[in-house]
Structures are given as structure tokens and as C-alpha cells.
């Protein structure tokens, strides 16, 4: 039986606790990422661009050649270039999911009367795209 597989569209690399529960609410075995390419492309989607299709045809292919029906595919980064991946992994037959967070704000006062906040992002789950 072929192992699932979740294919990384995404910015970043998982922390421990996304890779953990993404093994068990995905049922993943393996977790590929972007290879270095392809990873750029998706980190720099040009803003110029009227279009998208064409630029991320080589994300898209990738994806053609590597997944198998049924696997999953973190989406997340441009909204648009998002929106087209998503479209191409569910034509493919693939599950593709994003990540929720829980953003946590702590606000500290300075002494001379401004503020300074921090922002912490926590893991929650991931969500199907459509759901």
C-alpha cells in the first residue's frame, strides 16, 4: 500500500508540533518539501504579474509528477498563487489543507508611555481548503 504523503506548498518549514499532527490528523508518512526552485519561485511571487497560471506551471508540475491521488498538500503563501494551487491539487485528486493558527498578543508598556507588543503564533490544526 502507498504511504500518504504531504507535499509542503508552503514558506516555511513545520515545527515539531505541526509535523507530529500532521502524521496523525493527516495520516501522513512522509513530508517532502519544495526542492530549493521551486521553494524560491513560491516565496517570490512577483507582485508586477497580471497573471499566474504560467509562473506557477512549475510548482504545479512537480506536483503532476510526485503525488499520487489522496495525498495532501499544505497550501499557504500568496492568496492568489494559493487560490490557483489549491484548483490544480483538486483536479489531481489530491487533499489540499492549511494551517490554523491561534495568535497570542502580550502588550508591555513602556516607561515612556508607548507599547510594545509581541505576537506569537500557535499551531491549532489543519483544515481542508472548501470545508
Known sequence: MPQKTLYLVFSHRL?????KDARRSLA??????LPPG???LWRQVPPEL???KD????IAA???EKAQPGDRVLVQGDFGAGYLLVQAA???????VYATTRREVVEKPGPDGSIEMTRQFKHVRFRRYGR
Do not use: D, N
Open 50 to 52: 497580471a497573471a499566474l
Open 28 to 33: 501522513v508518512e512522509r513530508i517532502v518539501a
Open 15 to 19: 515545527t515539531a508540533e505541526q509535523e
Open 90 to 96: 483538486l483536479a489531481m485528486g489530491l487533499v489540499p
Open 55 to 58: 509562473y506557477l506551471a512549475p
Open 38 to 40: 521551486l521553494s524560491e
Open 62 to 64: 512537480w506536483l503532476a
